[in-house]
């Protein structure tokens, strides 16, 4: 069963238009959540944990357990967003559990 | 300087050869990641280690092998590539003391003709 679910594979947006992506989960503890950002020709990193609530690069996520999501934001979508937007489910002491990624691209 | 490495970068090989793909951490970690990633850009685990002498086969099967002799040192086997094998493969290593993060490798891309 899908642990981490992305529903879109592609997001198109322009710049400067708010951005959204989408991540629900499926996990009956206390979930910790990660979104990891995969830029052109660079390695895939870590954007942000939900337990440092943070806010990275102007993105950010809140972790809705009523809902089981941890949607990924940004008010002003600047082009080099462009990437690929993982984002992962740690169950436990276990491992990390991804989802099959949001290609999101920002358009002039 | 702490990080992450993976060699080689790319390889292109013909069917039936044996390969390695090594991945080496200097950041003292016990967990360590195999991921293949496809051309639709999906991250498949295929293998994952808790430490030295601990190997597990991920979610996906995989035909292929790993060992874990040293903590620093992961590297995946295969014994007889084949097409199928072709594509993208990450290996990482998993900061559990501290933050939680999984630090990624660049990626070693395989091509099997």
């Known amino acids: 069963a899908q642990r981490v679910t992305q529903p879109e594979k592609l997001l198109s947006v322009f710049k400067g238009a708010p951005v959204e992506l989408k991540c629900n989960y499926s996990?009956?503890?206390?979930?910790?959540l990660f979104w990891y950002v995969q830029y052109s020709r660079q390695r895939l990193q870590l954007l942000l944990r939900?337990?440092s609530r943070e806010s990275i690069k102007g993105f950010t996520a809140d972790l809705n357990k009523g809902e089981t999501s941890f949607h990924l934001k940004k008010p002003f979508a600047q082009e080099e967003d462009s990437a690929m937007y993982y984002c992962a489910l740690k169950e436990g002491f276990q491992k990390l559990v991804f989802g099959t990624g949001t290609r999101l691209l920002v358009s002039p | 300087e702490a990080d992450i490495y993976q060699t080689p970068r790319y390889l292109v090989i013909g069917t039936g050869k044996k390969i390695t793909l090594e991945c080496s951490q200097t950041?003292?970690?016990?967990?360590m990641y195999w991921y293949q990633q496809d051309p639709g850009m999906e991250l498949h685990l295929i293998h994952y280690s808790y430490g030295v002498n601990s190997t597990e086969k991920g979610d996906l099967s995989s035909e292929s092998t790993v060992s874990r002799i040293r903590t620093e040192h992961f590297p995946l086997t295969l014994e007889s590539a084949r097409p199928s094998h072709t594509s993208q493969y990450l290996c990482a290593s998993h900061d559990t003391k501290n933050t939680g993060e999984l630090f990624f490798g660049e990626g070693s891309r395989l091509t099997v003709l």
């Open positions: 939900h337990i």
């Open positions: 950041m003292g970690h016990d967990k």
């Open positions: 996990y009956s503890g206390s979930p910790e």
